[in-house]
Each structure stands twice: as structure tokens, then as C-alpha cells.
């Protein structure tokens, strides 16, 4: 039979013993989760009086399920097929690059020189076409 978690938990103050914790402490912390969270006096959640009765009594935060859980290793925590190894998967390429694996900073810069070399050019043409141009004549 369980024994009423109200009985095992004891407080101190100061460093010096309350005793043990009664149900009127256990309502008074709950009142105080409940104003904390937004809420007023009356309106105490089942959530508030469960937190409220953890708090004083040194009851663990977390619930038996969650206590399991963290208490297993890590790499056994899930393990959607159990006994299954799994398999590497290949690296797919960036979103940020091309087929040629070049990012697009990369692509952006030889875009820009390609576009300044075009514009030299254009622009040294014109400077030929200008001066091999006879001078016009004035009627």
C-alpha cells in the first residue's frame, strides 16, 4: 500500500525543523504557483497542487516514465527498430552549391568578374571605334 507522500517530506527554515509538511502548506505553495503563473487565488490547477506537493516533500521534478528514460544510456533511449544497426547515408550536396560544388559566394564573384571583363572590353572598343572614326564635317 502507498503511504500519502504528505507524511514523508520535511521542512526546514533556517536551518531549523518545521516538521512535517501539512495539507495547508501544500495548498498555500499552490496558491503561489497559481498567482505566479498568471492565475488568481482561486482558480489552482491538479498541476499547481502536484508541483506544490514535489516542491515540499523532495519529490524528483520528473515524472517515473521520464525517470526511466533518463536513466538509460543515451544511444538506448530511441531506438525505433530495436536490434537494427542502421546504415550510413551519403552525403547529399548543400543547398548552397551547384553540381560543380561551387557555393554561391563563388558563382557571384566569377559572375562579377565575367561582367567587369565584358564591360573593359566593350568599353576599350569604344575607345577604338572613337578614334579611328573620321572627324565629321561641318555644312
Known sequence: ???NPLKEGTLTENSAGIGMVTRKMVRDRAVE???INGRSARDV???DWEQASRELTGEPDTDPKEAI???AP???RWDPLPGSTG???????????DDEGRSDN?????EGIAGAEHDQMRQASLKQDNHSAP???AV
Request: glycine share 0%; hydrophobic share 25%; charged share 35%.
Open 87 to 97: 546504415h550510413k547515408v551519403p552525403v547529399s550536396p548543400s543547398e548552397d552549391e
Open 1 to 3: 500500500m502507498k503511504t
Open 135 to 137: 572627324p565629321s564635317s
Open 69 to 71: 528514460l533518463e536513466s
Open 74 to 76: 543515451e544511444s538506448e
Open 45 to 47: 490547477s491538479k498541476s
Open 33 to 35: 504557483l497559481a498567482v
Open 106 to 110: 563563388e558563382r557571384l564573384v566569377e
